[in-house]
């Protein structure tokens, strides 16, 4: 048996390591490298030589010192090696190798991502191509649709509309019917509307907009239409007019500001040629609309016809259309207009009826036929609210506690904007303190009436008076400027002697130098919801901060007025009712006919009944002396 010292081996290993430096195969793939030993003397019968592996060689030897295991030069490869090695793979960022057969189970978990990302890109290019023939073929159809001689007669139409040319519009609607073109519903609205305006004497032309009596958009028979055009899809004919209502007595050239007049001829032949529209629009099974049957009733309207202008609002409920505050007008202009106050009252009732109530054009239109058929009379309210015609209690509108408390909180910042900071807190501190009172009493005004020079003595005759109608009987609150309390004679003894029981009873604010203490009542007047007794009609530039919706309200309610006679001085108390026309759960109506007087007892009313209630108060003219 052969046998290898140590010193042998250390040769053929140096042997080994210098040759796979140089060579350019693969160790890993050296899969037996065979040494052959000497023939050893001592065994002189052995003939074949004896061959033996590393990995044998292993088993039997131990590694010397200094000097690498023989299996680490096995399993460790080098850069040539790894190169020709199809399963093992260089790794840059740790600089080592690592065997793509054993990280093939690791990496296996990230490719169902890797596909789903795939499959995600892949969907939107299918989407995005399905949009982009979309596109195509939207744009292929608005070619095709611009051609198209309906929509090229629609787009006609709509500029006759809005230059209000009737008479174009009547042409190309004969060349439309020459050629057999089909009209829809938006060929039909415009011509009626045009033939309608024309019929009333005067063609607006149409504008796209919106307003208190604008309608909604007229129904599009062409949904294709381009996208140039669909801007025009939201005009309204109408939608430039306020109402189809027509005053009694004005004419269409004050009715349009901006309208063209037509002459006579034109207005009959755009009539007959409206109801032949009307006409062919019913045959051809068009479907109708709010817009052409409301032009249908204007044409009535110019011809006097109240019954079928009413007859084209009943069958907008017969085939399900809501009919509007325009659709009536024409009807109730028409019956006011010809006297008949039954007809009248039956459109007013069939609004109501429908959800759709009059403005101020319909009820003056009511009111002014119920007179003239002798329903109404003039009258006053009592200072209970009781009107002495009827005796129908009129009624108060309270005003919203929160509107109120957010006007005083205005005025409280325009005072404080406008006066010394500290001046103005100080007296909201002093009223937080001193109050609630029930009145407020603008001193310099009372001091001043009809006179230069500042009394006292008036000032205290109306804070007298005024506290005997006040509930609790106590003192109002007294506003007073520091120039009038400090001014001339005020230190004779009995003026003096009227501001020191003023000062005792908690009741007298004097205004410091500088600041107008016109800020001072009313914002205490605002906080404590009580009564102002004052002349001043609070017009000036300082009041005009307020704005004109919630003030005006506010002062009518709280304003109290006051003179002088013989006997002292006379208040002029709130109205006992607002000041708006009201309409009593009997059916009467009530119209202020003077809305700006010195005082409420002055006021005269209208009181009005209604047809079904019977005649007029039998006391009216000995109420009002019939004037």
């Not at 051809?284 to 006097?304: C, H, P």
């Not at 003056?364 to 058929?373: G, I, K």
């Not at 309270?398 to 900071?421: G, H, Q, Y």
Request: aromatic share 8%; proline share 5%; with cysteine.
């Amino acid at each position: 048996m052969a046998t290898f010292n140590t010193l042998q081996l250390q040769h053929l290993l140096s042997l080994f390591l210098s040759s796979s430096s140089s060579s350019s195969s693969s160790f890993p793939h050296r899969n037996h490298f065979q040494l052959t030993p000497r023939a050893s003397s001592h065994h002189p019968h052995e003939t074949s030589p004896k061959t033996i592996s590393f990995k044998q060689t292993q088993q039997h030897h131990q590694t010397a010192t200094g000097y690498s295991s023989v299996k680490s030069l096995v399993e460790t490869p080098t850069r040539n090696s790894v190169k020709t090695d199809p399963h093992t793979r260089f790794n840059r960022s740790t600089h080592g190798y690592r065997d793509r057969t054993t990280s093939s189970s690791s990496s296996s978990s990230g490719r169902p991502a890797v596909t789903e990302r795939f499959q995600k890109k892949e969907k939107e290019k299918l989407v995005n191509k399905t949009e982009l023939e979309k596109e195509n073929k939207k744009k292929r159809k608005k070619k095709k649709d611009q051609d198209s001689p309906e929509l090229k007669l629609r787009v006609a139409l709509d500029m006759c509309s809005k230059r209000g040319d009737v008479m174009e519009a009547l042409s190309l609607y004969d060349s439309a019917l020459a050629k057999g073109l089909k009209l829809g519903q938006h060929h039909y609205t415009v011509l009626l509307y045009l033939c309608s305006s024309a019929a009333v004497g005067v063609v607006r032309p149409a504008k796209s907009g919106t307003g208190s009596r604008t309608l909604n958009a007229l129904l599009s028979s062409t949904s294709e239409a381009v996208d140039s055009h669909e801007a025009n899809d939201s005009a309204d004919p109408f939608a430039s007019e306020e109402s189809s209502f027509v005053k009694e007595g004005s004419s269409p050239s004050r009715q349009e500001d901006h309208g063209i007049m037509v002459s006579e001829d034109v207005k009959k032949y755009a009539l007959q040629r409206g109801f032949e529209i009307y006409a062919s629009m019913c045959s051809d099974k068009v479907q109708l609309n709010e817009a052409a049957l409301t032009s249908v009733a204007r044409m009535a309207m110019s011809m006097g016809d109240g019954d079928r202008a009413f007859e084209m609002v009943k069958q907008m409920k017969i085939i399900g259309i809501n009919p509007r505050l325009r659709s009536y007008g024409p009807a109730l202009s028409t019956y006011c207009s010809n006297g008949e106050i039954d007809k009248a009252f039956d459109v007013e009732k069939h609004m109501l009826e429908n959800g759709v109530y009059p403005e101020e054009p319909e009820l003056e239109a009511l009111l002014r036929v119920s007179v003239q058929a002798g329903k109404g009379d003039k009258t006053t309210i009592g200072d209970d609210g009781i009107c002495k015609c009827c005796g129908v209690h009129l009624a108060t509108i309270d005003l919203d506690p929160i509107e109120t408390e957010n006007f005083a909180k205005s005025v409280a910042s325009i005072a404080v904007m406008r006066e010394k900071k500290l001046n103005f807190q100080k007296f909201q501190a002093w009223l937080d303190y001193h109050g609630p009172f029930e009145a407020v009493v603008d001193a310099a005004n009372v001091g001043l009436f009809r006179q230069r020079k500042f009394k006292p003595s008036m000032v205290n005759a109306v804070v007298n008076g005024i506290r005997q109608k006040l509930p609790s009987g106590k003192f109002p609150l007294i506003i007073l400027h520091h120039r009038r309390i400090k001014g001339e004679k005020m230190g004779e003894p009995i003026n003096r002697a009227l501001i020191d029981r003023w000062n005792n009873a908690d009741a007298l604010y004097a205004t410091p130098t500088g600041s107008n203490d016109d800020w001072y009542w009313l914002y205490a007047a605002i906080k404590f919801k009580c009564l102002l007794v004052t002349n001043d009609e609070m017009r000036d530039h300082l009041f005009q901060l307020l704005g004109n919706d919630f003030f005006p309200k506010w002062k009518e309610r709280h304003q109290v007025r006051f003179s002088f006679s013989d006997s002292g001085p006379q208040f002029h108390m709130p109205p006992p009712c607002s000041v708006v026309i009201q309409e009593s759960e009997q059916g009467h109506w009530h119209v202020p006919i003077e809305t700006e007087v010195n005082y409420e007892s002055e006021r005269r009313w209208l009181c009005i009944t209604r047809p079904t209630l019977g005649t007029v108060c039998e006391d009216s003219s000995t109420a009002t002396g019939n004037n």
